[in-house]
């Protein structure tokens, strides 16, 4: 065991309550969520940045020791990285995504340039024993997923959000859509139950006027799949509905076709029938055609509206209404009223709107 003084502490580690002088093991787990120090070995002039437990961006350069966690990453848009089947101290691994997570880089969107290569310096300790000096390695989360978790939706509505792909828009629809249900009158939980670990979307939905916000990361998951995916969604809904708010929105990160277990959410029989309405976020026309069709053919649901970059002109929104026979409300240029059209699927909270 030694001491390291670290420069930045990743949002992953967000529960860990950790200072900047750390004590570290040589004695490296390779499971996901483990946390780990590492020395950043080269810089970057994009993707450069890193998401801080107290939510702000950091830039990292070259020598900054770091927090992060060890997990994998499936990104379209980004890297691609696994998780890693042995480590030791001075290994070298890569930061995966914005929110510190640890890998082997597989693959590179060239959008981003190569990863940040780190060299690894042992496993971050914490002491739960009182007045022992008997170090566990630290790990990400404040509870453990229990994968049989039912779902209690305790009669609160649930509105989720679908995407056809990554940056579909889902988060500012999921903000439009909280910022005028509060406005309305509604109390609004939010939650995000797919992805890699990275609160920044949490914490945009606060902003936006949610009540209460989790995350799967909340529950020691760095980066959900299809096995992960449908026991998460059951517990953060069940744990939010538990506060008996009005309505609880759920991002659903990535899209409807990748290796975060959206597929897998959808087709778990007690999250379909407790879902009130589903918005999707699509990229263009034929991605909000595609994404219909599996909404429909595969889940049975139809989407209550359709948002994203699709309608940010009326070409795309016509388009939708004709093709698919679907109401198209833009998120950022017109919020209120794709808040307002979930709104008719609540009851009604406030007679004079703001």
């Known amino acids: 065991m030694r001491s390291v003084l670290v420069d930045k502490v990743a949002s992953v580690a967000h529960h860990n309550d950790l200072g900047h002088e ?14 780990l120090a590492v020395k950043v070995l080269n810089n970057k002039t994009r993707y450069n940045q890193l998401e801080l437990t107290s939510g702000r961006m950091a830039t990292v350069t070259q020598g900054d ?19 890693p089947a042995e480590l030791a101290v001075g290994d070298t691994v890569q930061i995966l995504n914005i929110g510190g997570v640890l890998g082997i880089c597989d693959s590179a969107n060239p959008d981003v340039g190569a990863p940040f290569d780190c060299e690894v310096l042992g496993t971050v300790l914490h002491f739960p024993y009182l007045g022992e000096r008997i170090g566990v390695p630290a790990r990400v989360g404040s509870a453990k997923l229990d994968p049989d978790a039912p779902l209690n939706a305790n009669g609160v509505a649930m509105v989720a959000l679908a995407g056809t792909c990554m940056d579909s828009g889902k988060t500012a629809a999921a903000c439009a859509i909280i910022s005028r249900l509060r406005h309305l009158g509604f109390d609004v939980a939010a939650c995000k139950a797919t992805g890699v670990s990275l609160r920044r979307d949490i914490l945009a939905m606060e902003d936006a006027g949610a009540t209460d916000t989790m995350i799967f990361s909340d529950l020691g998951i760095v ?3 299809a096995e992960n995916g449908p026991p998460l969604a059951r517990s953060l809904l069940t744990a939010l509905a538990a506060r008996s708010p009005d309505v609880i929105v759920i991002e659903l990160g990535d899209g409807l076709l990748g290796a975060y277990g959206v597929e897998a959410i959808l087709s778990d029989e007690s999250i379909r029938n407790a879902l009130t309405g589903v918005v999707l976020c699509a990229n263009d026309p034929v991605a909000a055609w595609g994404g219909t069709r599996l909404l429909q ?15 940010d002109n009326a070409v795309g929104i016509d388009q939708i209404a004709q093709r698919m026979g679907l109401p198209a409300i833009n998120a950022l240029t017109n919020g209120a009223a794709l808040g307002d059209k979930i709104a008719t699927l609540l009851p009604n909270k406030a007679e004079n709107p703001s």
């Open 65 to 83: 020791i770091v927090v992060g966690a060890l997990g994998h990453r499936k990104a379209l848009l980004g890297y691609s990285g696994h998780l």
């Open 223 to 225: 980066t959900t799949t």
């Open 297 to 311: 053919e595969q889940f049975d649901i139809k989407p209550t509206v359709v948002t994203g970059p699709t309608t």
């Open 22 to 35: 750390l004590r570290l093991s040589n004695e490296i787990p390779c499971d996901e969520g483990i946390l």
